[in-house]
């Protein structure tokens, strides 16, 4: 029975220590990860395909490294342009590790590679923008910034290749200024909208002088040519006037007939008003009219009538008395 136990003991110790060795034997790779296998602190195999591998139990040691990309945030940078003017820049760098042998004997960190990359990062920029003016850099557009984010990446890439890592992309997110020459760069940057726009002010008045001085030319044109065509058409109706008065007074008894109604018009109009006595030449046709209205033409009015004198109009007054010229 003690044999048995025994037996039972030593089987459960040999299975135990079996499933220890296959355990430590055994390890995983994920498709996100780089798995190094490494004896004595030297890499002897790096495995990237996922799946489950093996190694020497109780000897070998892994090492994980990330395939994906990897962000880090550059701290910020106060560097100087070319007219030694200070900025601050903030910016950030894509990296990821493609050898990770090399990156193992270079770096062996994740912590490490970033702040070598920050070292490296902070002196391209400081190489960069210290050629460029600072004017420059404040007026830098979209299309400018990816060229000069194009500059400060390649000059990174040529810099960490020997560290087993790829420099993907670096940009800048933006420029700063420091607090003592800020106010300095803004009132500049406001005298300069001021100019400018004092400058599209003054040619916007200009323009509105010659604009109105155009119109007034244009409206005084107009009205010229609308007024010599109006007294066009006046003379235009007068001689018309003219030629249909003469057409219908053509004869001597028409003449007559004319001059008498308009001395009876002209009679009409003078008794118009309140006053009832009027003064008139004696050889005028109104006071030929109002002594003898039959006589006032020979022509117009052949035979007198039966009784030669008619009684004048009830309540008028007329007094003619001769008028020296």
């Known amino acids: ?57 109780f000897i070998d040691n892994l090492i994980e490294y990330p395939k994906e990309k990897l962000f880090y945030d550059i701290r910020l940078s106060d560097v100087l342009t070319s007219d030694s003017k200070a900025m601050t820049v903030d910016s950030f760098i894509v990296w990821r590790i493609i050898e990770p042998r090399t990156f193992f004997r270079t770096l062996g960190t ?22 460029i003016p600072q004017s420059d850099i404040i007026s830098t557009d979209d299309q400018s910034r990816n060229v000069l984010n194009s500059l400060v990446a390649e000059d990174v890439r040529g810099t960490v290749g020997t560290y087993g890592i790829e420099v993907i992309d670096v940009k800048i997110k933006r420029f700063d200024l420091p607090d003592d020459n800020e106010r300095n760069v803004y009132e500049r940057m406001i005298s300069e909208r001021a100019i400018i726009a004092e400058q599209y002010r003054a040619e916007g008045i200009e323009e509105a002088s010659y604009i109105r001085n155009e119109v007034n030319r244009d409206v005084n044109i107009i009205i010229s040519n609308a007024e010599a065509a109006a007294e066009r058409i006046i003379a235009e109706g007068e001689a018309e006037y003219m030629r249909i008065l003469a057409e219908a007074f053509n004869t001597e008894d028409k003449r007559d007939f004319f001059i008498f109604m308009r001395g009876l018009e002209a009679l009409k109009t003078a008794l118009n008003g309140d006053e009832n006595t009027i003064i008139l030449d004696a050889d005028s046709e109104i006071a030929r009219l109002l002594v003898n209205p039959y006589a006032v033409s020979s022509s117009t009015v052949s035979t007198p009538p039966s009784d030669p004198s008619p009684t004048p109009p009830p309540e008028i007054e007329v007094s003619i008395e001769p008028v020296t010229p």
């Open 1 to 57: 029975m003690k044999k048995t136990r025994t037996r039972m003991s030593i089987i459960l110790i040999v299975v135990l220590l079996a499933i220890i060795t296959i355990n430590s034997a055994l390890f995983t790779v994920r498709p996100n990860q780089y798995m190094c296998v490494t004896r004595f602190s030297e890499i002897i195999d790096t495995v990237s395909e996922p799946g489950l591998h093996m190694k020497l139990p």
């Open 110 to 131: 994740i912590a490490a590679a970033e702040d070598r990359l920050d070292n490296i990062t902070f002196n391209v920029l400081k190489a960069v923008i210290g050629r």
